[in-house]
């Protein structure tokens, strides 16, 4: 299934899992990890038989964000993997969701900290579930750094502008509670329950038309900065040839004959 030693990966029927695996450091970012997210959205991608991805963390955390020990000049682990960043000078930011995006659904399942570089990829994801005692922030302010993960931009337009602004200029944490208030977050469920009901989102997801949730999740984000008429016209011309599918005349036979749908990318 592929993987490295910070980054594992696992098939729960149609849904991909990630999990981010250095729990000895809080799922900090190290080269193994941005190696195996990178080419885990890229298996997603290429393999039809995935629908849904889910991204999470080993030992009861998301992601503490960048390695600051590494970047401090102490080492960054996994440095074989360097010639791989060589190779792709981009590789961190595809594997990050700054520099791509999916074409499947990606839910995040989030515990504890999820702060830093770790709110940063949450950004890229599409639909977000936390355990009750998870933490959110973007800290990098704090540090004398700069959240170039992409928050900057993404964030004030995904959650309201002074929630946004607030967040990056104050580098403080937000428990759950408030990450969902404030809409960063959709879901919050007691701790040790975010993959469960991540996987019950996903499978959710699996059961319906996978051209149809594809080319849904690609007309939401292709028309996100577009004026309204332009983006009428880009959701017509993303969504009427999924009309034409079979798996379109398969979903309305089975409805009438009162019976699950089989659809086949068709």
Same mark, same amino acid.
């Given at each position: 299934?592929g993987?490295t030693?910070?980054? $594992?990966?696992h098939r729960?029927?149609? $849904?991909l %899992?990630?999990t981010?695996?250095r729990?000895e450091?809080?799922?900090?970012?190290s080269l193994?990890?941005?190696?195996?997210?990178?080419?885990?959205?890229?298996?997603?991608?290429?393999?039809?038989?995935?629908?849904?991805?889910?991204?999470t963390g080993a030992?009861g955390?998301? @992601?503490?964000?960048?390695?600051?020990?590494?970047?401090?000049?102490?080492?960054?682990?996994?440095?074989?993997?360097?010639?791989?960043?060589?190779?792709?000078?981009? &590789?961190?930011?595809?594997?990050?969701?700054?520099?791509?995006r999916?074409?499947k659904?990606?839910?995040?399942?989030?515990?504890?900290?999820? *702060?830093?570089?770790? $709110?940063e990829?949450?950004?890229? $994801?599409?639909?977000r *579930?936390a355990?009750?005692?998870? %933490?959110?922030?973007?800290?990098?302010?704090?540090r004398?750094?700069?959240?170039?993960?992409?928050?900057?931009v993404?964030?004030?337009?995904q959650?309201?502008?002074?929630?946004a602004?607030?967040m990056?200029?104050t580098?403080?944490?937000?428990?759950?509670?408030?990450?969902?208030?404030?809409?960063l977050?959709?879901?919050?469920?007691?701790?040790?329950?975010a993959?469960?009901?991540? &996987?019950?989102i996903?499978?959710?997801?699996?059961? @319906?038309?996978?051209?149809a949730?594809?080319?849904?999740?690609?007309?939401v984000?292709?028309?996100a900065?577009l004026?309204?008429?332009?983006?009428?016209?880009?959701?017509?011309?993303r969504?009427?040839? %999924?009309?034409?599918?079979a798996d379109?005349?398969?979903g309305?036979r089975?409805?009438?004959?009162?019976?699950?749908?089989?659809?086949?990318?068709?």
């Amino acid at each position: 299934m592929g993987g490295t030693e910070h980054l $594992t990966v696992h098939r729960e029927g149609a $849904t991909l %899992v990630l999990t981010l695996n250095r729990p000895e450091a809080k799922n900090a970012l190290s080269l193994p990890m941005l190696v195996g997210l990178h080419d885990g959205w890229r298996a997603a991608d290429e393999d039809d038989t995935v629908r849904s991805i889910v991204l999470t963390g080993a030992g009861g955390t998301f @992601c503490a964000g960048m390695d600051l020990k590494a970047l401090a000049g102490d080492g960054m682990a996994g440095d074989h993997y360097r010639e791989r960043l060589r190779e792709d000078p981009d &590789l961190h930011w595809k594997a990050m969701l700054r520099h791509h995006r999916p074409r499947k659904p990606v839910i995040a399942a989030v515990e504890g900290h999820c *702060v830093a570089g770790g $709110t940063e990829i949450l950004q890229g $994801t599409d639909i977000r *579930v936390a355990g009750e005692s998870a %933490v959110f922030g973007l800290f990098e302010v704090a540090r004398g750094l700069f959240p170039i993960g992409g928050s900057t931009v993404r964030l004030p337009r995904q959650i309201p502008r002074t929630h946004a602004l607030e967040m990056l200029l104050t580098g403080r944490p937000y428990p759950a509670s408030e990450a969902a208030r404030i809409g960063l977050i959709g879901h919050v469920v007691p701790d040790g329950g975010a993959l469960a009901k991540a &996987l019950e989102i996903a499978e959710r997801i699996n059961a @319906c038309g996978p051209l149809a949730v594809e080319a849904v999740k690609a007309s939401v984000h292709e028309s996100a900065d577009l004026p309204e008429a332009d983006g009428l016209a880009a959701e017509l011309a993303r969504g009427w040839p %999924v009309f034409d599918t079979a798996d379109a005349k398969e979903g309305a036979r089975a409805f009438a004959e009162k019976r699950p749908p089989v659809f086949r990318r068709a």
